[in-house]
């Protein structure tokens, strides 16, 4: 059974002695550290997929052995022009504390891949740096596809995937891979998080609040916004329907809301207009009348 799954990112990585004399197996003339580039990528896990689909942890440790040495390509076009890097060493990710829609513990397959800096490459480098190409997917064939309900071979029973039975998600489990042909860059994987792996340097505590605070006043004001505009909405037309108005507002961005603050404001003011305490001196009173001595 031929599988094709679209699943991970990729993030580029620092060049050790211990990564090139990996790189340096698959190599027949031994390449130096700054003649090769190095990224990570997640290839796939063992979530529910868009297919309802999905690889059991012992099917992704085999994919992790078959995938060392296969190469990149294009949305699975399978040519020798399209060859761009290839795969040098995998790991088994294990993240219990993260469940799947099965209800076990996340665990993905992460790889190493290395192309060469070559003006060729310049661009797709570039891509995966600007993080343009980042979403992989694998090719693969595997000998079993298991109904998660009943166990059979999935499509021989009555059960469907992606329906609910008994409070159970009905998904095909995919086991015993046989081979892995490749792995491509490709715009919409089928396993919502495979792609180029970020690398991320980190934030310190107090850079942290500080983000996470202004991340608050911004969510503050935005809601304030919302509030005004519903609140301005409802003095120039007291026919709008308040709950439906405020679940459009609630939809609205900043600038939107802006220039619906703005017109309303405007609205406001022409339907009413702000009198003055004091009356104008140049206007005549009656005769008599006590109007002068009144604030």
Known sequence: MNIQKNQGTAASCDVGEEELNQINAFAKTPLRAEEVYVFAARLCDNEVDRDFERFGEEALAALGRLFVGKTGIFDHQWSAEGQTARIYRTELIREPEIRTAAGDGSC??????????????????????????????????????????????????????????????????????????EWSFVAVPAQRKAGVVKKFTGVRGQELR?????????????????????????????????????????????????????????????????????????????????????V
């Open 210 to 294: 500080e983000l996470q605070y202004q991340v608050q006043l911004g969510r503050s004001y935005l809601q304030a916004l919302r509030c005004e505009v519903v609140r301005l909405a409802m003095l120039c037309d007291d026919t709008l329907d308040g709950e439906l108005f405020r679940k459009i507002a609630g939809k609205l961005e900043e600038p939107e809301l802006l220039a619906l603050q703005k017109g309303y404001r405007a609205r406001a003011r022409s339907l009413f207009p702000v009198q003055p305490q004091l009356r104008s001196p140049q206007t005549p009173e009656a005769p008599g009348s006590e109007a002068v001595f009144l």
């Open 108 to 181: 993905w397959l992460k790889a190493w891949a290395y192309l060469l800096r070559s003006e060729k490459n310049a661009p797709l480098i570039a891509e995966i740096e600007g993080g343009i190409k980042k979403e992989v997917s694998v090719g693969c064939s595997v000998a079993r596809s298991v109904c998660s309900i009943c166990g059979a071979e999935s499509g021989a029973c009555e059960h469907v995937r992606g329906r609910t039975y008994g409070g159970k998600l009905c998904y095909a489990e995919l086991q015993e891979p046989t081979d892995a042909y």
